[in-house]
């Protein structure tokens, strides 16, 4: 189990691993430079949010079946509703990065298209792989991340030989880590009760609005656009938020009692 798990993880870091050789190898140690910084920004993100996998798993593998069941509803709800908030850091993120480190601006370019591994790496450390280590299913792990690696590979190959665009390579590896939220998601729901919504394709649509919206538009035009996009996302998603909002604030009470 260990070994499957050890390159289930490793085929999960190469989808990004192999679109950073392709651009290095293709587009040489300058256009590497300025993808590395952006990102190792999101890459930190990401690793220090993550570690909430490290308590959720010995508190999830002494629950039964329909704990778990339940366990996954709520952590499903609560991560897919709230992560594409996460969207908003970028620009608070651009304007200190930016006067910290202005000779590296043209590099936080990059941001606009690596903010989606914060959304999908998050929901996929947190809820899918862990749940898959509590199933005991760390083969299925593997072909999700090994399917989602050849995805990838396909597109970054894609993307540099006949398309010739280094954004384009980078779009195709996120599209990759996209795609083992969507099969892990499809399959984990099927097996607690949770298909037949809209969750990850409401995620996806934010995600899709955010780039465009950033890649297309002036700073500040992208900024309101961002905020309009995510009010209506809120509006869509006001149920399970303000389910949110009130947990959160029972937990408070009980806290000071």
């Known amino acids: 189990i260990g070994i499957v798990l050890t390159v289930a993880n490793v085929s999960f870091m190469l989808i990004m691993g192999f679109a950073r050789s392709l651009v290095d190898t293709l587009w040489g140690i300058e256009a590497f ?27 999830l593998r002494q629950s039964d079946k329909k704990a778990l069941a339940r366990y996954y509803r709520v952590l499903r709800s609560g991560l897919s509703s709230i992560l ?32 989606p591994i914060c959304v999908f790496s998050v929901q996929n450390n947190v809820l899918y792989c862990t749940y898959y280590k509590v199933r005991n299913e760390p083969r299925k792990l593997l072909w999700v991340n090994v399917r989602a690696l050849g995805i990838s590979a396909a597109g970054g190959c894609f993307a540099a030989f006949f398309i010739g665009d280094v954004i384009a390579v980078v779009v195709f590896a996120v599209c990759g880590i996209a795609s083992c939220l969507v099969m892990s998601d499809r399959y984990l729901s099927q097996q607690y009760g949770c298909q037949g919504d809209f969750t990850v394709v409401m995620s996806l649509a934010v995600t899709g609005g955010f780039v465009a919206a950033n890649a297309l538009l002036g700073f500040s035009e992208a900024f309101i656009a961002t905020l309009i996009l995510l009010a209506i996302y809120a509006a869509l998603r006001r149920r399970e938020l303000s389910d949110i909002l009130s947990r959160a604030l029972g937990l408070i009470r009980s806290h000071r009692r």
């Open 33 to 59: 430079g300025k993808l590395s910084l952006s990102l190792s920004l999101v890459n930190f993100a990401v690793t220090f949010i993550s570690q909430a996998s490290m308590v959720l798993f010995p508190a």
């Open 84 to 115: 594409p908030f996460s969207y908003l850091l970028y620009f608070p993120l651009r304007i200190f990065a930016g006067i910290w480190l202005p000779q590296y601006e043209e590099s936080l370019y990059y941001l606009i298209y690596l903010m």
